[in-house]
């Protein structure tokens, strides 16, 4: 059975996508992926992807002018096959009109209930119920088993993103990936935490390393400062990016791609929880930790603090919101730490 699979960003989303891909790989299902460009490197290391289909809406936004002929480039390239089955796991108005412009047999998606955008449901031929409630990767193998005909997977999600013979040494050394990085203001975890964590690693043996994208470098520089030992990355696309964190000894990171990547790639993981949930997006596998606030307000899954300038104790000038001032350095790494004891003693735990 040849599929198409329409998602196409974000990061962590494309990552919560892989079990289900796994489950299906297992069932002789064959896919080409439909991806942001910036992604591309993912999908292109799973297993079961045959044809990985890059667009650019992220970059056509900002430079119209290129749109009308790349897009009629990608058009072309998605025309070439016919499928059995067009696969829209994003369900956004976008992702459907993306799969409409293929040759398939059949569209499905997620239906009206579960989808992110209702009128992308329009342009399915079936709907899958999959409860928004749930995390991310049980809603997309569910969508998965019921779209292509198999029985619902029922055990632990396995990501397989080193099946196709990728050359990474993922011996690890002792480098630990702080992934300080996101694009909301509410998920920061505050600079001078992140010093203190940078200071407990090195005081451990171990070098903390800094990756960075685009506005973040002057971040990474005053953590380093700050944190004699700690080590900037060269700026990295994203294929070395996973190259750094396949072969680190452990990952501690804000909700971002970076540390469900960490995650995915099977290394020792402490993620940083406040306004969003991670019974909904956190990470999954063997060692990994997801910590999260002691806040009533918190999971709140709003980019704009509800509390900043409310309270006198919450002064306009903090360095990150309350509900991740709450989830202290000494915590995250006694949870890293335990992880890297269990992960170097083959200890899965429960």
Partial sequence: MNVLLVKMSSLGDIVHTLPALDDATRHGVCFDW??????????ALAAGVDRVLDVAFRRWRAAPLAFQAELWAFRQRLRQRRYDQVLDAQGLLKSAVV???????ERVGFDAASARERAATLAYHRGIAAPRNWHAIDRTRRLFADAL?????????????????WDVDTDPGREVVLAHGTTWSTKHWPETFWTVLARLVTAHGFVP??????????RAERIAEAAP?????????????????????G???VDSGLSHLGAALGRPTVMLFG??????????????RNLTASLACSPCSSRRCRLGGE????????SGPPCLEAVEPTRAWVSLADLIDRHDRGDPGA
Avoid: K, Q
Wanted: charged share 25%; glycine share 16%.
């Fill in 209 to 218: 390393v800094l990756p960075w994208t685009t506005g973040e470098r002057g």
């Fill in 99 to 105: 799969g409409c412009w293929a040759h398939a047999d």
């Fill in 229 to 249: 030992g700690a080590r900037i990355c060269p700026r990295l696309d994203l294929h070395g990016i996973m190259r750094l964190l396949a072969g680190a000894r």
């Fill in 34 to 43: 439909v991806v942001e460009e910036n992604y591309r490197a993912v999908p």
């Fill in 251 to 253: 990952v501690v990171g």
């Fill in 311 to 318: 309270f006198s104790r919450y002064e306009a000038g903090r």
């Fill in 149 to 165: 005909g198999y029985e619902r997977p029922e055990g632990e999600p396995a990501f397989d993103l080193l099946g196709r013979g």
């Fill in 275 to 288: 306004p969003t949930d991670p019974s909904r997006t956190g990470c999954r596998g063997a060692y990994v």
